[in-house]
């Protein structure tokens, strides 16, 4: 039984035998206890949230160590997959968004920008972006 339960039973109690005083005085105290519930349970899910802002911060930051700026992308350090990240989107809403490649073209699916890598020389065909 919660602290509201609990005043509410005193509060009856209270009515049972004519306590007309102690009985508005529970029923002070029940409006009080049912006042504080709301605002703890406001407080947790404010707690919640900025414990969830905090991890995704925190994971923002692993990745930033994590990543080397390179040829106009970035990479994840040791990352032998070659898969490119748009600076754009990290740099400004430090998001890591993967980016398309056709050749040396890349292409952010997130923020729509285009640009070739710096070793670009040969034509490339837009339109023919693969991960
Ligand atoms: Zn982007």
Redesign the pocket.
């Known amino acids: 039984m919660g602290l509201v339960d609990n005043v509410k039973a005193a509060a009856e109690i209270a009515q049972k035998v004519g306590s007309i005083e102690l009985y508005r005085q529970l029923l002070e105290v029940q409006q009080a206890a049912m006042e504080l519930t709301e605002k703890n349970a406001a407080l947790f899910r404010e707690v919640t949230n900025l414990k969830d802002q905090l991890r995704e911060r925190d994971e923002r930051e692993r990745l930033g160590i994590d990543l080397e700026f390179t040829g106009n992308v970035y990479v994840r350090k040791g990352d032998t997959t070659r898969a490119a990240y748009?600076p754009?989107?990290w740099d400004v809403d430090r998001k890591l968004?993967h980016l398309l490649r056709a050749g040396a073209a890349f292409k952010?699916i997130?923020?729509n920008?285009s640009w070739l890598s710096p070793q670009a020389r040969s034509e490339v065909r837009i339109g023919s972006f693969e991960r």
Request: glycine fraction near 0%.
């Open positions: 748009c754009k989107c968004v952010c997130n923020c920008q």
